[in-house]
């Protein structure tokens, strides 16, 4: 890689708010399924584990969109990858958004929105990664996060309240749209950036997991895995779950409010903040206070069924702030951890094991219910406490990161 690749300069203001934007759309189609999940069940007539295994097809295919476009980043460039991906999300969000009218279609269509989709979230870091200087870069990149938390917000509360009222079909169509507009506005935002090439060894299989040799990366991937384990069968689930406890609570449209509420508007605020944290305190730091509130939050939710909603709402919000407070700043380590020129590839190794960690969650909460005979009772309790384990691992992952101060420069 050039030294003018790795100096390049600053993104404009406008460039940053417009990619941000683009992360806000691409999320709206995100999260469809998990809020419009109680209705197209019903509709669809599937079991906890059928349904479970739809969000896993995205999942998967998420991780391998996820793995692809890393790897290729380095190869081909960061913005070249990103915009590829983000049209082929646009048409496949539009097909899911037509046709998705069955299990089986629904499933097909929502694993091939997850293979297009994943190639817009690691490209889009290293974007920021090649332009945003360390001192400001975990503020940056939880500001991109953030906007895919306030995607996720619009998604849950639009596709809740709609299936409720209209049916799974309006939910559908409105939020698989959204990566139509994404594409829209990534494009003249990316039209003055630069495509960085970079070259050498990540390219080839072996030289990819050199970067695993290091105790800083290693652990960061280890952590970042276990963290994925717990948000991704979180983010399946515990809308479901805040459904039946708000079933009896008003209209269908506050419903989805609340719930996107509290897991999501709690995420855009936790990656505002978080990522800005670990530029003043130290990455370490916020990894391990992220991950312990994370795991008591997992150990807790699933015994709550029955509680004051009030405080179910409470700490589903605690939930939603810790489960995805770590993101910004694991990938803002990240890039700190790997040389410029092995990035993508490093991207694409943590990809796959996170995301296929990920990507069995929610199925294998949906088999806990299933054995647990339904979505209630202890079912909840034991599935949300599986989803901990992972959050457990990820805490001692960061605590076995070497101690790092703030860069001040």
């Given at each position: 890689m050039?030294?003018?690749?790795?100096?390049?300069?600053?993104?404009?203001?406008?460039?940053?708010?417009?990619?941000?934007?683009?992360?806000?759309?691409?999320?709206?189609?995100?999260?469809?399924?998990?809020?419009?999940?109680?209705?197209?069940?019903?509709?669809?007539?599937?079991s906890a584990g059928e349904a479970g295994s739809i969000q896993t097809a995205f999942n998967v295919g998420y991780a391998l969109s996820l793995v692809g476009s890393s790897w290729f980043a380095d190869s081909l460039g960061a913005k070249r990858v990103f915009l590829w991906a983000s049209w082929a999300t646009a048409l496949t969000g539009v097909a899911f958004a037509a046709f998705a009218r069955s299990a089986e279609s629904g499933l097909l269509l929502f694993a091939l929105m997850g293979l297009t989709q994943g190639g817009t979230y690691?490209?889009?870091?290293?974007?920021?990664?090649?332009?945003?200087?360390?001192?400001?870069?975990?503020?940056?990149?939880?500001?991109?996060?953030?906007?895919?938390?306030?995607g996720y917000f619009a998604s849950i509360a639009l596709a809740a309240g709609l299936a409720e009222r209209f049916g799974y079909e309006a939910a559908f169509i409105a939020c698989g749209l959204g990566p139509l507009l994404a594409a829209l506005l990534a494009t003249p935002g990316l039209q003055g950036r630069a495509n960085l090439v970079a070259g050498g060894p990540a390219r080839r299989l072996r030289g990819a997991f050199r970067f695993l040799a290091g105790r800083r990366s290693f652990l960061l991937t280890a952590g970042y895995t276990a963290h994925c384990w717990e948000l991704l069968g979180m983010w399946a689930w515990l809308p479901a779950f805040l459904t039946?406890?708000?079933?009896?609570?008003?209209?269908?449209?506050?419903?989805?409010?609340?719930?996107?509420?509290?897991?999501?508007?709690?995420?855009?605020?936790?990656?505002?903040?978080?990522?800005?944290?670990?530029?003043?305190?130290g990455r370490r730091a916020v990894l391990v206070a992220m991950g312990m509130l994370g795991t008591a939050c997992s150990f807790t939710i699933g015994w709550m069924d029955g509680m004051p909603l009030a405080l179910v709402l409470a700490v589903a919000a605690l939930y939603g702030f810790s489960a995805l407070g770590d993101s910004p700043v694991l990938s803002t380590a990240m890039t700190e951890s790997v040389e410029p020129g092995s990035l993508g590839a490093a991207l694409a190794v943590r990809s796959i094991l996170g995301f296929g960690a990920g990507g069995a969650a929610p199925l294998a909460l949906g088999l806990v219910l299933d054995r647990a005979g339904g979505a209630g009772g202890s079912g909840w309790g034991w599935g949300f406490a599986l989803l901990g384990v992972g959050g457990g691992l990820a805490t001692v992952c960061a605590l076995l990161l070497p101690a790092d101060r703030p860069d001040r420069s």
């Open positions: 050039t030294t003018a690749a790795i100096t390049a300069p600053a993104p404009r203001p406008l460039w940053l708010v417009l990619l941000c934007a683009s992360r806000f759309a691409t999320s709206l189609s995100f999260m469809v399924y998990a809020g419009a999940l109680g209705p197209a069940m019903q509709a669809w007539g599937m690691a490209p889009s870091i290293m974007l920021v990664a090649q332009g945003v200087p360390a001192a400001r870069r975990g503020a940056a990149v939880g500001w991109l996060l953030a906007a895919g938390s306030l039946a406890g708000l079933a009896g609570s008003g209209g269908a449209g506050m419903r989805g409010l609340w719930i996107a509420g509290a897991i999501h508007v709690s995420g855009f605020l936790s990656s505002l903040l978080m990522g800005r944290a670990s530029d003043r305190l």
